[in-house]
């Protein structure tokens, strides 16, 4: 059968806002490049995520959309016009971003009826739902699940992917060399942040004592990954750890330096966040601590992946901040972290 898209000359895809569910949603550019070898597709999306997709073979153009402010949407709206593209992809479920592509021109929009925006849309899959609500599922499914839709064929294996092209590759060697890291060196990575909220993460010090247990039991060097706006973490993990780290905020690492800098790591411990999803794409060894969020969203590609988790009456509750006393990672010790690094890289060996 004829997929939706099969004429269509220029297409543009509103990518997720997420870091984490940009990465997962991947293999979904990766089928749409694959089906759609001529078409000219456009990445819509929020301000400095294009960084993630840079060297990418799927995407002709970035267009930067900051649709929640008014002088924002008229910029897009605008962009859209000046391309007019002859559909569109959404891989956001809002109203706003339906109504950002429709009044930019764009009138066969595709995406899931969901959140009351199915008058503005062309097509697209239901969600599945129970007597609790939406149905969960990996989010990697979650996006394929639309290329299914417009009957497009999905690519085999399903797994997300980034790309470091050549001047990225020299910028991370060199950034490498200036955080002392040498091609010998054992290294693992704590990604102690998360943009999400408090609820995703695991408490700093916690991870500080992770870090002497790494260093001090596995002679390895250890990079800190912190992000935008999480400074008191980044402090007290510098100030409470009795070793040296090599802290990856100082060097100026950002969303692209992000994946030479992952990709070097024999091991990545991280909060279930952004970073996550750059190691299952870069095939690095993962342990993830999980907290509040449901692990069903991502359970997809955990080859190389190890969860720690503690099962609680009240998670997950998908909450930004816990209303109570954070038991959900509390209760998870750094001993029971290292535990599960060790076995995850006996695993991999």
């Known amino acids: 059968m ?33 089906n759609l070898p001529q078409a000219k597709i456009i990445g819509l999306l929020k301000k400095g995520t294009e960084d993630i997709l840079r060297d990418s073979p799927w995407f ?29 992809l959404l891989l956001t479920n809002s109203l706003r971003s339906a109504l950002t592509t429709r009044l930019g021109g764009v009138k066969r929009v595709y995406g899931y009826y969901r959140d009351g925006r199915g008058l503005l849309l062309a097509g697209g899959p239901t969600v599945q739902r129970n007597s609790q609500g939406i149905v969960p599922i990996p989010m990697v499914d979650y996006y394929l699940e639309i290329c ?10 399903v797994k997300p992917r980034l790309f470091i092209g050549d001047a990225l590759r020299q910028r991370g060697k060199a950034l490498l060399k200036s955080c002392g890291i040498d091609e010998s060196d054992f290294v693992i990575g704590l990604n102690a942040g998360a943009s999400f909220g408090a609820s995703k993460c ?14 001090g039991q596995l002679a390895t060097k250890v990079v800190l ?19 040296d780290l090599i802290d990856a905020r100082a060097q100026g690492v950002d969303l692209e330096t992000l994946k030479p800098m992952i990709e070097r790591c024999n091991l990545l411990i991280t909060n279930d966040t952004g970073p996550r999803h ?22 997809s590609n955990l080859e190389q992946t190890l969860i720690v988790r503690k099962e609680l009456d009240c998670s997950p509750c998908h909450k930004k901040v816990c209303p109570k006393q954070h038991e959900c990672m ?18 991999c060996v």
């Open 225 to 243: 990954f912190t992000g935008p706006g999480e400074e008191e973490i980044r402090r007290t993990i510098l100030d409470r750890a009795k070793v």
């Open 202 to 215: 695991w408490p700093p010090e916690y991870f500080a004592e992770l870090a002497e247990m790494c260093q």
């Open 330 to 347: 509390r209760e998870i010790k750094p001993a029971e972290v290292f535990a599960a690094a060790e076995t995850l890289l006996n695993q």
């Open 278 to 299: 750059y190691a299952v794409a870069l095939d690095v060894p993962v342990v993830v601590v999980f907290g509040s969020t449901d692990p069903t969203y991502t359970a």
């Open 148 to 157: 299914r839709w417009l009957k497009l064929e999905i690519p085999d294996p």
């Open 60 to 88: 002709d153009g970035f267009i930067e959309c900051n649709d929640r402010s008014w002088a924002g949407f008229r910029q897009t709206r605008r962009r859209l016009r000046e391309i007019r593209p002859d559909a569109a």
């Open 2 to 34: 004829t997929s939706s898209l099969a004429h269509v000359k220029t297409l543009v895809v509103r990518c997720p806002n997420w870091v984490g569910d940009i990465v997962m949603a991947t293999p979904v550019f990766e089928c749409l490049r694959a």
